[in-house]
T-cell receptor, first 114, second 115 residues
């Protein structure tokens, strides 16, 4: 039972364009959502998060949108840069364990072409 | 700060062998956890600890043991390795495991191959 799902294993975009990565979840207890970025042979690094009381959170080129009714979130990267090429993981947890006991999606490999 | 460190980086085991994956953090974090990453499945929580002397099971605990005798260290033990435990293992830590919207810091991972 995959409670957090990233349906696109890969995404390829041109440098300067927008990258949109999607994530769906099924567990209504999830209140806190995070995106992690992972380069090969390294551990995941935190990128951006959003709690269920918000529908949008921005940090520089990165924006996360949350649609609670649809149980869907997305990560927008604008403009995309070649250094953004990595695997992006969506993760979620209930509020009481915010940020700790995470349920991860399968990951999406983003490739940004120069 | 070194952050979260893991040793070894890579290990090959034969079925039935035992080994301990080491994890240490120097950020004085109370919460530590172990995940495994398998192709097409993302990261799955194995065990976690909310402080020294306290551990609990995650989503996929079978075949693994943990202990937390100090705040800094959280070793993961495989008592009798099986090919199904071939994976990349990540240790993570954060200040607290609950009540805060905080992030976890991950180590660089240990790649384990069980033949």
């Amino acid at each position: 039972d995959q409670q957090v799902k990233q349906n696109s294993p890969s995404l390829s975009v041109q440098e300067g364009r927008i990258s949109i990565l999607n994530c769906d979840y099924t567990n209504s207890m999830f209140d806190y959502f995070l995106w992690y970025k992972k380069y090969p042979a390294e551990g995941p690094t935190f990128l951006i998060s959003i709690s269920s009381i918000k529908d949008k959170n921005e940090d520089g080129r990165f924006t996360v949108f949350l649609n609670k009714s649809a149980k869907h979130l997305s990560l927008h990267i604008v403009p995309s840069q070649p250094g953004d090429s990595a695997v992006y993981f969506c993760a979620a947890s209930p509020f009481e364990t915010s940020g700790s006991r995470l349920t991860f999606g399968e990951g999406t490999q983003l490739t940004v072409n120069p | 700060n070194a952050g979260v460190t893991q040793t070894p980086k890579f290990q090959v085991l034969k079925t039935g062998q035992s080994m301990t994956l080491q994890c240490a953090q120097d950020m004085n974090h109370e919460y530590m956890s172990w995940y495994r990453q398998d192709p097409g499945m993302g990261l799955r929580l194995i065990h976690y600890s909310v402080g020294a002397g306290i551990t609990d099971q995650g989503e996929v605990p079978n075949g693994y043991n943990v202990s937390r005798s100090t705040t800094e260290d959280f070793p993961l033990r495989l008592l009798s390795a099986a090919p199904s435990q071939t994976s990349v293992y990540f240790c993570a830590s954060s200040y607290s495991g609950s009540g805060f919207q905080e992030t976890q810091y991950f180590g660089p991972g240990t790649r384990l191959l069980v033949l």
